[in-house]
T-cell receptor, first 112, second 111 residues
Framework: DTGVSQNPRHKITKRGQNVTFRCDPI?????LYWYRQTLGQGPEFLTY????????KSRLLSDRFSAERPKGSFSTLEIQRTEQGDSAMYLC??????????FGSGTRLTVV | RKEVEQDPGPFNVPEGATVAFNCTYS??????FFWYRQDCRKEPKLLMS???SGNEDGRFTAQLNRASQYISLLIRDSKLSDSATYLC????????????FGQGTILTVHP
């Protein structure tokens, strides 16, 4: 296990299309987080899971966004009806409760 | 007001210089504090945790003042490889729960 893996690395989509990103955490990590980062800003929290339970969602996560972690392992983040304002880096991180984070390399989304 | 505020810089310093970054936070219930480093178009990586007693890791010294809700990072003898964005980060409530990031401070070290 070499760390947190995110796919795809880059995604270009037309406005109005749906996109889905995948995150594979470090296998023994029970917490998984999604963040969004736009240019010149720090990462902003979107949501996190402990095992398969989604424990917190940011108000940034509008009804067009949905995240799942069905078996407590990998997670998907779906954005429906993408808008240009959704263009950002989407970062996934995982951790054990009480220990530090490991971030993935991110998925860079461009909505044209 | 943002929960974590940083001066975005940019800071441009020569090699060998000492540079200090500051950060303030709101919500006195915030529990743990960190400095992360982020290279251009890469993911953030933990640089160091920050403790009230102050802590040092080589050329890096971090300090937390809970009374003033203020965090600092000092870099001595700057290297070209220190060029990056430095993110001030806190957690609230459960330790190592949700991280809240500042905007980041851009540092460029030049020859």
């Amino acid at each position: 296990d070499t760390g947190v893996s995110q796919n795809p690395r880059h995604k270009i989509t037309k406005r109005g299309q749906n996109v889905t990103f995948r995150c594979d955490p470090i296998s023994e990590h029970n917490r998984l987080y999604w963040y969004r980062q736009t240019l010149g800003q720090g990462p902003e929290f979107l949501t996190y899971f402990q095992n398969e339970a989604q424990l917190e969602k940011s108000r940034l996560l509008s009804d067009r966004f949905s995240a799942e972690r069905p078996k407590g392992s990998f997670s998907t983040l779906e954005i429906q009806r993408t808008e240009q304002g959704d263009s950002a880096m989407y970062l996934c991180a995982s951790s054990l409760v009480g220990s530090g984070y490991t971030f993935g390399s991110g998925t860079r989304l461009t909505v044209v | 007001r943002k929960e974590v505020e940083q001066d975005p810089g940019p800071f441009n310093v020569p090699e060998g210089a000492t540079v200090a970054f500051n950060c303030t936070y709101s919500n006195s219930a915030s529990q743990s504090f960190f400095w992360y480093r982020q290279d251009c178009r890469k993911e953030p990586k933990l640089l160091m945790s920050v403790y009230s007693s102050g802590n040092e890791d080589g050329r890096f010294t971090a300090q937390l003042n809970r009374a003033s809700q203020y965090i600092s990072l000092l870099i001595r003898d700057s290297k070209l490889s220190d060029s990056a964005t430095y993110l001030c980060v806190k957690t609230g409530g459960t330790s190592y729960g949700k991280l809240t990031f500042g905007q980041g401070t851009i540092l460029t070290v030049h020859p």
